[in-house]
């Protein structure tokens, strides 16, 4: 299986284009899989610089319904013609951060002419042999305080985000992985949900840990983050971050892990 960063915020390469997103293509052997398309239709020039072909992907999955994994989307459907897109059902609520000048919408783009290549998901399933969407968290172990300016509308009340609309993707082979997005919902809750569905932690755990305020930039206080470390340590796998975890975040996190974790910038390739 190989893992190649298509875009994230800082690129392994000068040749590459990096923006405040995310897109990971995912080669298993049976399937072609693209997670997350990033802020804009950079992460398809970068394919094109990497070798890999968008027209190839026969799956995608998008995280959840923010503008930096879904904006890419309407590129996506001009590179493949075919490739069914899953979506959580309520990646198409109203979401914003709140500014001191107010909320600022970060939802997705209008999708209505690609409806008929979406589809909608809820909840926990399987959606193909060994790639099962892991959704319906319920824990708070390690909630990142972060989350608190991310907000959805609901009729005239912006209330603080639930993140309904976060799913990840495992898929299980000779090494198994976990893609989490951003991991809005604490990437401990995640892991355990993953246990609860398929009956094992993953080998390989990649995505954002959202442990950086996205108004601020601040992180989380460094307590927190050497307690996350240990916790995340007991887990047999190995993780790759970057995006919404923060420079200091990792680099705290790393002193704690240390081979147990890896930066995974744009144009970085893994192979499992």
Same mark, same amino acid.
């Given at each position: 299986?190989?893992? *190649?960063?298509?875009?994230?915020?800082?690129?392994? /390469?000068?040749?590459?284009?990096?923006?405040?997103?995310?897109?990971?293509?995912?080669?298993?052997?049976?399937?072609?899989?693209?997670?997350?398309?990033?802020?804009?239709?950079?992460?398809?020039?970068?394919?094109?610089?990497?070798?890999?072909?968008?027209?190839?992907?026969?799956?995608?999955?998008?995280?959840?319904?923010?503008?930096?994994?879904?904006?890419?989307?309407? /590129?996506?459907?001009?590179?493949?013609?075919?490739?069914?897109?899953?979506?959580? /059902?309520?990646?198409?609520?109203?979401?914003?951060?709140?500014?001191?000048?107010?909320?600022?919408?970060?939802?997705?783009?209008?999708?209505?002419?690609?409806?008929?290549?979406?589809?909608?998901?809820?909840? $926990? $399933?399987?959606?193909?042999?060994?790639?099962?969407?892991?959704?319906?968290?319920?824990?708070?172990?390690?909630? $990142?305080?972060?989350?608190?300016?991310?907000?959805?509308?609901?009729?005239?009340?912006?209330?603080?985000?639930?993140?309904?609309?976060?799913?990840?993707?495992?898929?299980?082979?000779?090494?198994?992985?976990?893609?989490?997005?951003?991991?809005?919902?604490?990437?401990?809750?995640?892991?355990?949900?993953?246990?609860?569905?398929?009956?094992?932690?993953?080998?390989?755990?990649?995505?954002?840990?959202?442990?950086?305020?996205?108004?601020?930039?601040?992180?989380?206080?460094?307590?927190?983050?050497?307690?996350?470390?240990?916790?995340?340590?007991?887990?047999?796998?190995?993780?790759?971050?970057?995006?919404?975890?923060?420079?200091?975040?990792?680099? /705290?996190?790393?002193?704690?892990?240390?081979?147990?974790?890896?930066?995974?910038?744009?144009? *970085?390739?893994?192979?499992?």
């Amino acid at each position: 299986m190989k893992l *190649t960063v298509l875009i994230e915020n800082k690129a392994a /390469r000068d040749d590459l284009a990096a923006e405040h997103g995310l897109s990971v293509y995912v080669e298993t052997g049976a399937h072609n899989v693209l997670v997350d398309f990033g802020d804009s239709g950079a992460f398809a020039d970068n394919a094109e610089v990497l070798g890999v072909d968008i027209s190839k992907v026969d799956m995608a999955l998008l995280s959840h319904g923010h503008y930096d994994h879904g904006n890419g989307l309407p /590129r996506f459907f001009k590179e493949n013609a075919t490739a069914p897109v899953y979506v959580n /059902r309520f990646s198409f609520g109203k979401f914003f951060i709140a500014t001191p000048k107010g909320p600022h919408y970060i939802g997705l783009p209008r999708l209505d002419e690609y409806r008929d290549r979406l589809i909608l998901t809820e909840g $926990s $399933s399987q959606i193909a042999d060994g790639m099962t969407i892991i959704s319906d968290i319920s824990g708070y172990e390690y909630y $990142s305080s972060t989350n608190k300016v991310l907000k959805e509308k609901l009729g005239e009340e912006y209330i603080e985000d639930p993140f309904r609309h976060e799913q990840s993707l495992f898929i299980d082979g000779e090494r198994s992985i976990l893609l989490a997005g951003c991991a809005h919902r604490g990437i401990v809750n995640i892991l355990q949900r993953c246990i609860e569905v398929v009956g094992k932690a993953p080998d390989i755990v990649l995505g954002g840990f959202h442990l950086s305020n996205p108004r601020s930039g601040a992180s989380l206080s460094d307590e927190e983050l050497d307690s996350l470390a240990a916790r995340l340590l007991e887990y047999p796998g190995v993780f790759y971050t970057g995006h919404c975890t923060g420079d200091y975040a990792y680099e /705290r996190l790393k002193l704690s892990m240390g081979d147990r974790l890896f930066y995974a910038a744009g144009g *970085t390739s893994f192979e499992f």
